[in-house]
């Protein structure tokens, strides 16, 4: 059977990054595929996008990619975009909206936000007629038909149902979880591009990393939107939430 294990949302946090590789490297993963959001928020987008590179074989483009090479006089994106280098911009604009292959004979679909958006957000309490919609195609896909299995990025809440025979999982956040405060990855597991029906097996795996020297690299770069950054990785609650 193939592993692949899936991340997203690294949103520039290299000590998270590091100790998610650290960790797929123990488990006999065959490829990386990585959903998005390499920058952002945290200070290190530079060394996230080499790092996502260098390790994953097939990356798709998140919102922050999206954005980010967009002209602005917003002062914290500025900041970001000055230290990504008019390169690493290129390759984030050029990457693809979705991953799409068979696996264990279902089609499955990965993607950043949803199948019709990068900027589309639906949580796992969302009504069940939104959540259901995941699984639909869309003119931005590689395939328009329904997907058995879609995973997705953008919402940095990890979990895993089941909707009228789809699978729907979320695979959490590396570098900025808003549900408990380790990093998040999911290792899928089948057989890889077979039509013929045989296990697939979904693994959630969570990776203590160290908060405090992401929240120190922050401070030593006079990162933007500094005390919003901390509280998020020390709390794993969302901005602005303080209780």
């Not at 919402?155 to 695979?171: C, E, R, S, V």
């Amino acid at each position: 059977m193939n592993r692949i294990a899936i991340i997203s949302d690294i949103h520039g946090n290299v000590p998270a990054l590091q100790a998610v590789l650290e960790d797929i490297n123990k488990r006999g993963v065959s490829a990386i595929y990585c959903l998005g959001d390499l920058i952002g928020k945290g200070p290190s987008g530079d060394v996230a996008v080499d790092l996502i590179k260098a390790n994953c074989e097939r990356v798709v483009r998140g919102n922050w990619d999206d954005f980010i090479g967009k002209e602005t006089t917003n002062g914290a994106l500025k900041w970001h975009q000055d230290r990504l280098g008019p390169e690493r911009l290129d390759y984030l604009g050029s990457l693809p909206f979705s991953i799409e292959f068979l696996m264990s004979g279902r089609y499955i679909r990965l993607f950043h936000a949803s199948p019709r958006s990068l900027y589309e957000r639906i949580q796992p309490w969302d009504s069940h007629e939104s959540r259901l919609s995941l699984c639909e195609g869309s003119e931005l896909c590689k395939d328009p038909r329904d997907a058995d299995v879609i995973g997705y990025g953008d919402i940095h809440n990890a979990y895993l149902q089941h909707l009228d025979g789809k699978t729907l999982f979320n695979t959490g956040s590396v570098g900025n979880p808003l549900d408990l405060t380790s990093a998040s990855y999911v290792i899928l597991e089948g057989e890889y591009g077979s039509q013929d029906t045989a296990d697939l097996n979904i693994q959630f795996l969570r990776v203590t990393y160290d908060i405090e020297a992401a929240i120190q690299e922050a401070v030593d770069a006079g990162m933007p939107q500094l005390n919003e950054y901390i509280q998020e990785l020390r709390t794993a609650k969302y901005r602005g939430i303080t209780t």
